[in-house]
């Protein structure tokens, strides 16, 4: 009887991720705008239901700085975890914005997001992620759309290229508190998207802020409670988010 490789094993289980990739429980909308020589501390965290009643657990925790009036960038580290599974080390991922357009002076916000990720177990290679985002707003809501593409590089197994998305909508009610919606979706190829029913889709209802402590100190949050709209997303997913700026 011919053994498997663990070689194999772990190019497998990188071309089954790639194939039927679904947003990690922490996951956030991007902004495209910069605080330029702002300092952040970070807590992105969360926990997705599946189908089959198990779960799946994520955190990351970041430091950030605005090195440039276009340009801010943040280091995680990250950790996951699973039912019958301990949490453990799982990436350090750099995430860089880049803001293309004067804050105020287009009725839209642009920017870029690129992402590079170092998976722990290094079968995976690297991965990087990489695209537009996108805000406006009408009235008192604002709007956001990021789509994303993401593949992994020198991995032991053939990566394709894949289209992510995340959205947001929230009524700025006021600074301390602010509801909307939040939805992330894979579909697939960014060329040849899935089947329906292999795509992944969430939405759900969110509550944002931002409370002043004194001085160029705040407090953002953002948390969301997101249920499947399709097939192969997860049942529910509930993330939040926690940024101490100074």
Not at 148 to 171: C, D, F, G, N
Request: contains cysteine.
């Amino acid at each position: 009887m011919m053994r498997t490789k663990p070689a194999a094993v772990a190019a497998a289980m990188v071309m089954l991720c790639s194939k039927f990739a679904v947003a990690g429980p922490a996951d956030y909308v991007h902004r495209p705008l910069v605080d330029y020589g702002e300092r952040e501390i970070e807590l992105k965290a969360g926990r997705a239901k599946l189908g089959d009643g198990t779960h799946q657990d994520q955190a990351k925790l970041g430091f950030g700085m605005g090195l440039k009036p276009w340009w801010f960038s943040e280091v995680y580290l990250g950790v996951e975890g699973a039912t019958g599974e301990s949490t453990k080390y799982e990436a350090v991922e750099w995430e860089n914005i880049f803001q293309l357009t004067e804050l105020g002076r287009y009725p839209f916000e642009a920017g870029l997001l690129l992402e590079i990720e170092r998976p722990r177990d290094h079968a995976g290679g690297w991965e990087l992620r990489f695209g537009p985002l996108l805000q406006t707003d009408v009235g008192r809501v604002q709007l956001n759309f990021n789509p994303i593409l993401e593949r992994h590089v020198h991995a032991e197994a053939p990566s394709e290229t894949l289209l992510h998305y995340e959205w947001q909508a929230k009524y700025r009610l006021q600074r301390e508190f602010e509801f909307g919606l939040q939805g992330f979706g894979e579909l697939g190829k960014w060329d040849n998207w899935n089947t329906r029913n292999e795509q992944s889709h969430q939405l759900g209802p969110a509550v944002f802020g931002k409370i002043p402590l004194g001085g160029r100190q705040f407090l953002r949050y953002d948390a969301a409670y997101l249920f499947a709209a399709s097939s192969a997303a997860p049942d529910h997913t509930l993330r939040f988010r926690v940024e101490y700026e100074f």
